[in-house]
């Protein structure tokens, strides 16, 4: 068996950043690696109508690099999702690094990955 896409998803806890800062961490990442950004958007929450936060994606010819914070917990998810020869544990792992530069106190509660598409 051998899996079309893999996905890694990190969990912070004691976050504070804005989400056009994540959104050029994301880019940045994206253009580390051997992927091609197709589109890039971020949508930032007041309160309004949704809870405060924010919204950030980077869409990839091989799938999405994205992040979605609760601003107001502190709460931060990133995933990164590649299909093909791609590994999303490079992309994950320096938008690690570019989070723990800006957020020292920041805690990685959960890092997991999954195989997606698992082929016979």
């Not at 989400?19 to 940045?28: D, F, N």
């Not at 799938?63 to 502190?74: F, K, L, Q, R």
């Not at 998810?77 to 989070?99: E, K």
Request: aromatic share 6%; hydrophobic share 40%.
């Amino acid at each position: 068996m051998s899996a079309k896409g893999r996905h890694v998803t990190l969990d912070y806890t004691g976050f504070s950043g804005e989400g056009r800062w994540m959104l050029s961490v994301l880019q940045s990442a994206v253009q580390r690696s051997s992927v091609r950004e197709v589109h890039a958007h971020v949508s930032e929450f007041d309160g309004t109508e949704s809870p405060p936060g924010f919204a950030a994606v980077v869409l990839i010819d091989e799938s999405h690099v994205s992040a979605h914070c609760y601003a107001e917990e502190g709460i931060l998810a990133v995933d990164c999702f590649t299909c093909g020869g791609v590994n999303p544990n490079q992309i994950a792992d320096d938008i690690h690094q570019q989070i723990l530069i800006e957020n020292p106190g920041i805690c990685l509660v959960q890092r997991t990955e999954i195989e997606r598409f698992i082929i016979d």
